[in-house]
């Protein structure tokens, strides 16, 4: 089973179904009930996996895996066959492990096979997991290893294509903070308060702890509420539930904006169009470095070079690229349960959420409301020269400069 953190708890068992369900009630209802039963397999056999019972996890995983070669639930819709591919791919992973825990190295082999064809990328994962100790010195496994490392987060950042101007015209506009709905953000949370006296970087950070100590994170669960700040908070509170990247980076997104720190909340995308997992961090403004910073609720994490500074998404990006030093921030944790490790965070999950980004043209209050249509004009995503990807029809530049463009 996966060993890395990161993609245990942040693995959205289907996030894509919110990607592009079809209007018709019914259709939505089958939806529905489908994700519920996924999610009670899939409960059933981690919890049997944690526990050492890997023969009890067999019998949910084949149910799985059967539930996603059958279902004609998402036919029409917007969501491609190949992110429902990917997932089986996850879970025919997971039944390799039970297999290979239960003595039944064959059929652990075929299923790892069938895991693999299906897209499994996680190559760190499988070079380590525990569970796959007693096929490590056959060679159909480490012929499926090889396989699977040339799909290496940090091996397709890196052969990425490069950026290059272009003739994009973008306008990134930032609502005021006397707008009155920001002026209810910040007194409701009484942000002059949570920010502080320090300098600005103190306050940014500040106020980064604040959203993630109050909002928990949930990457299964969407909100049914308003997507504001203050009805995601409410939310958490009254439910006890966590809530998505996404709706946590916009609540921090609507945080900064009511103190008038210019920010955005930035969809970070993988390569691989059938790749259901993205992440949304915050870019934020810095007056006092003249620069974009790379922060992070659901992680409480921000990025520093050698020297303790802090970077933008794009010099991440970039240092990673070109394999120079990154330092994750001591803070960094999830739910305050589990540390983060610059190798799971920054080497794996985020190389592999790096390739191209995508954030709203206006960074405003409410951006993107579940009773107001939400018109993909309004998006812009950064891609590198050459990428073809239409999961996300939107304005696209391969120019930086246009992109991370100084408010």
């Known amino acids: 089973m996966k060993t890395n953190g990161i993609m245990k708890r942040l693995m959205v068992v289907l996030v ?172 409701y949370f009484k942000l002059d308060s949570v920010a502080g006296q320090g300098d600005e970087l103190s306050k940014i950070i500040n106020l980064l702890h604040f959203a993630h100590d109050n909002i928990r994170h949930d990457g299964n669960n969407r909100a049914f509420a308003e997507i504001d700040a203050i009805d995601i908070y409410n939310y958490h509170k009254t439910t006890g539930k966590g809530v998505n990247c996404r709706q946590l980076a916009i609540s921090l997104c609507e945080m900064y904006l009511s103190m008038g720190i210019p920010a955005r909340y930035v969809t970070c995308m993988p390569a691989d169009p059938n790749d259901s997992e993205c992440h949304v961090i915050n870019t934020v403004w810095s007056s006092q470095l003249q620069k974009w910073l790379y922060i992070d609720p659901t992680m409480d994490a921000w990025i520093m070079d050698e020297n303790g500074t802090m970077l933008s998404i794009a010099e991440v990006r970039e240092r990673l690229i070109n394999d120079q030093p990154l330092v994750l921030c001591e803070t960094a944790n999830w739910n305050h349960e589990s540390q983060q490790t610059k190798e799971d965070y920054i080497d794996n999950y985020m190389a592999k959420n790096l390739y191209y980004f995508v954030c709203k043209k206006l960074s405003r209050f409410n951006p993107e409301s579940l009773y107001r249509y939400n018109d993909p004009k309004d998006d812009v995503r950064l891609i590198p020269v050459g990428f073809v990807n239409d999961n996300w029809k939107c304005d696209t530049t391969t120019d930086p400069e246009v992109f991370w463009a100084k408010p």
Request: contains cysteine; hydrophobic residues 35%; charged residues 30%.
């Open 16 to 187: 894509i179904v919110s990607m592009g369900i079809a209007s018709v009630k019914a259709q939505i209802v089958r939806q529905d009930q489908f994700m519920k039963e996924v999610m009670e397999y899939q409960s059933r056999y981690q919890n049997a996996m944690w526990s050492g019972k890997h023969k009890d996890a067999i019998e949910p995983l084949k149910a799985l895996i059967n539930m996603f070669d059958t279902t004609t639930v998402f036919k029409g819709t917007d969501i491609p066959e190949g992110v429902l591919r990917n997932q089986k791919g996850m879970f025919l992973y997971d039944l390799a492990c039970s297999y290979a825990q239960t003595g039944q190295k064959k059929l652990a082999l075929e299923t790892l096979a069938e895991s693999v064809d299906c897209g499994y990328n996680q190559y760190i994962n499988m070079m380590n997991d525990n569970d796959l100790a007693s096929l490590r010195k056959d060679k159909k496994y480490q012929a499926l290893l090889a396989r699977v490392k040339d799909r290496q987060p940090l091996y397709v950042l890196r052969k990425s294509a490069p950026y290059a101007k272009d003739d994009a015209k973008v306008e990134f506009r930032y609502q005021p903070k006397e707008s009155n709905n920001l002026c209810k953000v910040r007194d």
